[in-house]
């Protein structure tokens, strides 16, 4: 079995935690079996092991979002990337092709395509198995999961089955209701749409070819920008005559906003916090390194990360997408594939910034036109190499780097390092990869 996990979306509802590199699904607020924090994204992937130990899953995902998927699954996951944003049909598409002409999967294998970021217990994903059995049986193309709706929502689509069984062919669908059109749908045994789709890679590939000119996944990623923004509902979905739906009634949250993730985070405060006895019903997340102090807080939520403080009513938090898209700020927290670096202090002309280098991982062999740096080793053991030429350094080492040089950093240890940055011009868009070199 093939799982597909989509992982898009950028961080305007979970701001300050979440940006336009760290999704929600990246955030470590759950409590993994082991005690530690753990995010959704980690959750999500042990969970499918845990249902479906066979189970190859490949993320398909922006460019964006590649750094943090390696630094918290490292290479157990394949990664699709989308070379720019396509809404979900071109996203699917291209991870079909990639499953066949990458992979090597077989067009007979099953496939499901999952979000990444629903908040559920095991049973979803053993469902999930459930799905992809039914792909081998005659009666459908396409087989959906559909949710056992709890209340009646406005803000979910909704597959109308034609019987109450577990498993149904499709009446209909619709798209989101007022509230007293979702009273009606549920009154008929309606469901909410997962978006979860299971299918042969077969019948995928097949309604791609006949949607999309390309011959195979090279050259369908190189024709990927000229593609239409599309959904997969849009364009597979509604107009497949032969729809299967499979209940689903187990617990299924969908954690987009800061008030549905207090819900189900593991603990109501993270980080160095302070609580007096007097709050009631506030979560609390701080990222800093200095202490938040709440005395008498009810109903809210308050968030710190070097990149904005939120301190807010619960309810309202559902509503701050508007306000942080008028934040125009450069991120200053990021997970790479190596670590991850915080800025620290910003000014027109410099940028500090805390690296931390997980032990046996390095940087990419690089160069900047317009900086200078400075790297000074305040922990752990590593190497490093500046135009070629390789030395060791440990806490206390300073390596100066002019604009041009070629460099990396590898770590034998676990490592931090304050890099400070220094030129007229300091982008992330200035760094020219000299990768090729260093593999020679």
Known sequence: MQIVLLSG???????????????????TLFRAKDGSYESMVQRVYGQILEANPDA??????????????????????????????RDTFPAIALAAAYLKDELGAGEEEPVVICPVDP??????YETVARLAELTCKEGANLNLMGIEPTYPSEKYGYVIPESREAVSRVSAFK?????????RYLEQGALWNA?????????????CHELLS???????????????KISFDYAVVEKEPAIRVLRYNGSWKDVGTWNMMAEVMSDPVKGNVITDDTCQNTNVVNELDIPIL???CRDMIIAASSDGILVSDKQQSSYMKPYVEKIDEEVRYAEKSWGTYTVIDAQSDALTIKVTLKAGNRMKYHSHRYRDEVWTVTYGRGRVIVDGEESRVSPGSVITLKAGQKHTLMADTDMNVIEVQMGQDITREDKIHHEEELLR
């Open 175 to 183: 798209e989101k209701p007022d509230l007293e059109t979702a009273k």
């Open 9 to 27: 979306g950028s961080g305007k509802r979970l701001w300050p935690l979440s940006n336009d590199v760290r999704s929600k699904q990246f955030l």
């Open 214 to 228: 390309f011959t195979d996944y090279r050259d369908l990623l190189g024709k990927y920008e000229t593609l239409e």
């Open 195 to 207: 978006g979860v789709f299971g299918l042969q890679l077969g019948y995928l590939l097949k309604r």
């Open 119 to 124: 908040y559920v217990d095991i049973t979803y």
């Open 56 to 85: 190859h899953v490949t993320i398909a995902t922006g460019k964006s979002q590649v750094s943090a998927i390696r630094n918290q699954l490292g290479d157990r996951v394949n990664v699709c990337v989308e070379p720019c944003r």
């Open 294 to 296: 709440c005395m008498g």
